[in-house]
């Protein structure tokens, strides 16, 4: 017996060290990434201005972008993306919805940056990227998709768009690509599966779309939404679509789908 006391006990101490490095690495490696962002920020950030010109079409009456989710003090903060895209040509954009914590560059090169970081290196965080089918200057609807990490990171923000009282306080996108600024208004939130069947409608197949496929579009979102946000989309609509894992379903995605109008 005592024996077998001490085999337990020699056990119970491996199993909590293990537990506790495992603890202390996922912290470590959530200060790292953080860090990372908050540096990738600085470098990128531009001086402020309060009257957007050049880009596709002006932002009016902007919104504040804050810095590490800072309320912020009324002035957007354009990003240098020709400064990003010298360091990594992978650099296609920078997203931000203001009061909020999602404020990152956007990558393009197929599911590379799932988990790499802006420098190429291995991170479960990876940063947010533009579906490889997707193009800048001619989707109809730009998918960009990132982690929902369990320290709150990333894009586990959208996540709080199932409540519509975080869509009243946080009705905006601004997607800034080398183009200029445009801001996008939040029309739909949807809880959707991850993967489907060959022929069985998905929202990320929703790249470039059709007459046809924009009402099948507009019926299946109007199933699968989570709320009635009360904006129409209209075919001709330029969109942008947020995407990041949710767990109320197996293999589960909430999507919060934004109208360039």
Known sequence: MKKLAVVLAVVLILGSTVAACW????????????AKIIELRKLAAREPVTDMKGGLEPVTEPSASPQSGEEGSGEFVLHDLALLKEKNPDCVGWVSIHGTDIDFPV????EFYLNHDFDGNYTDYGLPFLDGRCSLDTSDNLIIYSHHMNDGSMFSGLLNYADEGYLAAHPEIILETEN????????????AAGSYGPGEWSLFDQINISAGAFNTLVENLSERRLYD???????GDRLLTLVTCEYSQNNGRLAVIAVND
């Open 23 to 34: 603890l202390v690495n996922v912290w470590h490696e959530s200060d790292v990434q953080e």
């Open 229 to 235: 946000t009360g904006r129409e989309l209209v075919f």
């Open 107 to 110: 990558m393009q090169n197929g």
């Open 180 to 191: 200029g600024a445009e801001t996008y208004q939040v029309a739909e939130v949807v809880r």
